[in-house]
């Protein structure tokens, strides 16, 4: 497992790899790949488009590394490359896609693939989760993504959002709530009756 | 395939924020382990794709575009560096003494050359004073024939006389 970084760490490893150490390059690779991939997989819902958007982005880093200001966090600069890369391709896609394409990405967002390892009980948990996602705002997702897929900080999150700090922290809140809400149905500590309108909702999770 | 550890970092509460008060820490870790398990689900090896991008993307890195450029042009550069700097020493550099005419008009000092060649302009000159004196002392044109024979005789001047 790539070990645990900060931001001091990204500016060093930068600062190196601008030089042509292949090292700090790699680990900075390693250490993101599967941060952006779990975030890039969690909004396509498509893990070869993820895999390539990957190696897009990390081609595009180091194409831009040379004007790289360091004043700024690495963490939001990699994750607008990575936000701004798949919103093209998404815009590509749209445009040339046929409907059922278009109506995949939507409508498969929700469905978490599930493992043999899975309990009768995990999976139940998962697939309500996965029906509170699609109940959020684009929005209130992409914050959730960030946060918990991509592991950001809220300091983070608010720079590359350019959003304050204290609203973000709101939102996230707010958001938790709403999953709390949605999710005491499914609760089997729960006596109330599963949500029969979750159905309804839709959108990529 | 394992999952990275994406625990989100908390931070120390900056301008009133405290956010642990904002958070919940049992749906937190559920969505953190949810958005993980979706991941790993799609069966793709993390650490082959990492490898696989971090030498792809490598050749991009600065060091590698940059180097190989320079080292292309290298001898061109150094031939127009050195051009210039000669040419900016020339015409920047101490001169011997800038001449100030009557009117008071800065003009430029006559370029030093080097003594073979102030020779050899000498000679020239001297050469075309001579045949400039010999060529106005010509009475006629076939005179004037004759003696471009014997000044150019590697010219087809035909001497009638």
């Known amino acids: 497992m790539p070990e645990a970084l900060d931001e001091s760490d990204f500016r060093r490893l930068v600062a190196s790899a601008r030089w042509g150490d292949d090292h700090a390059w790699r680990t900075l690779v390693e250490h993101w790949t599967p941060r952006l991939f779990a975030f890039l997989h969690s909004r396509c819902r498509d893990p070869e488009l993820s895999e390539e958007l990957v190696q897009d982005v990390f081609v595009k880093v180091a194409q831009r590394l040379v004007d790289y200001d360091e004043r700024g966090r690495f963490s939001s600069w990699i994750m607008l490359i990575a936000i701004n890369r798949l919103r093209d391709e998404m815009r590509r896609r749209k445009r040339h896609a046929r409907p059922v394409e278009h109506e995949t990405l939507g409508a498969l967002a929700g469905s978490t693939p599930s493992t043999a390892a899975d309990a009768p009980g995990e999976q139940e948990s998962r697939r309500a989760l996965d029906e509170a996602l699609r109940s959020l705002s684009e929005a209130e997702r992409e914050l959730l993504h960030l946060r918990h897929a991509v592991g950001l900080s809220f300091s983070d999150i608010s720079e590359l959002l350019g959003e304050p700090r204290g609203t973000l922290l709101a939102r996230h809140h707010r958001v938790l709530g709403k999953l709390r809400a949605f999710l005491a149905p499914h609760d089997p500590n729960n006596p109330q009756e599963p949500n029969a309108s979750s159905d309804e909702q839709g959108g990529a999770v | ?23 919940d820490p049992q749906l937190e870790a559920q969505l953190t382990q949810h958005f993980a398990r979706s991941a790993d689900a799609t069966g793709i090896d993390l650490s082959a794709l990492a490898a696989r991008v971090a030498s792809v993307s490598a050749e991009e890195l600065p060091s590698r575009v940059f180097r190989p450029r320079v080292r292309r042009f290298a001898p ?18 101490p001169s011997p003494s800038p001449t100030t005419l009557d009117t008071g008009v800065l003009v430029a000092s006559p370029i030093a050359l080097p003594a073979t060649v102030l020779a050899d302009v000498d000679l020239l000159t001297r050469d075309m004073v001579v045949r400039e004196r010999v060529i106005s002392n010509l009475s006629g044109v076939a005179d004037f024939e004759c003696e471009l024979e014997s000044l150019f005789p590697e010219e087809e001047f035909r001497c009638d006389s």
Request: charge should be negative; charged fraction near 10%.
């Open chain 2, 1 to 23: 395939m394992a999952s990275h550890d994406t625990n989100p970092s908390t931070e120390a509460p900056i301008g009133g924020f405290d956010e642990a008060a904002f958070g």
């Open chain 2, 76 to 93: 061109l550069q150094a031939v127009a560096v050195i051009a210039v700097g000669l040419v900016a020493l020339r015409l920047l550099g």
